[in-house]
């Protein structure tokens, strides 16, 4: 996967223009963050580094960027106009940490040295049979 397309698949994967965003910066650490070694063994910042990611790494990435969402939502509060009208920000807390932990189990699942291979993941955790 080249850095255009590891990018574009996190800001996809992270919703990162979608409220609560992330910047532009708070991508690219988090894209930073992601890089391995490359196939030549050489490691990120090393001289002759050839940007690399793997699945695991960008989906930790992806599991950070929504718990950096999630974090700029704490502090919001439910409120509530009567007559069953409510405005219930923690819901957005709630789902930027299912998004979270989604990515989570992926990672785990990708990781070729903790991860168990494929597994089906849904949005609220493993599906199916091991």
């Known amino acids: 996967m080249t850095p255009a397309e590891a990018r574009a698949w996190l ?3 992270t919703q990162w223009q979608s409220a609560p965003s992330l910047a532009a910066v708070e991508v690219d650490r988090l894209l930073e963050r992601a890089r391995v070694a490359d196939t030549a063994g050489v490691a990120p910042g090393g001289e002759g580094y050839a940007e690399t990611f793997s699945g695991a790494t960008l989906h930790q990435a992806a599991a950070q960027g929504w718990r950096m ?3 700029k939502v704490a502090a919001a509060y439910d409120a509530g106009a009567g007559d069953g009208v409510y405005a219930k920000r923690s819901q957005i807390a709630a789902f930027c ?3 979270a932990a989604a990515h ?3 990672a785990l699942a990708l990781d ?4 168990v291979g494929s597994v089906a993941v849904t949005m609220f955790g493993y599906a199916g049979a091991w």
């Open 11 to 13: 800001e996809d994967e």
């Open 69 to 71: 969402k999630a974090g």
């Open 97 to 99: 940490a299912e998004y």
């Open 104 to 106: 989570e189990l992926r």
């Open 112 to 115: 070729p040295e903790t991860g």
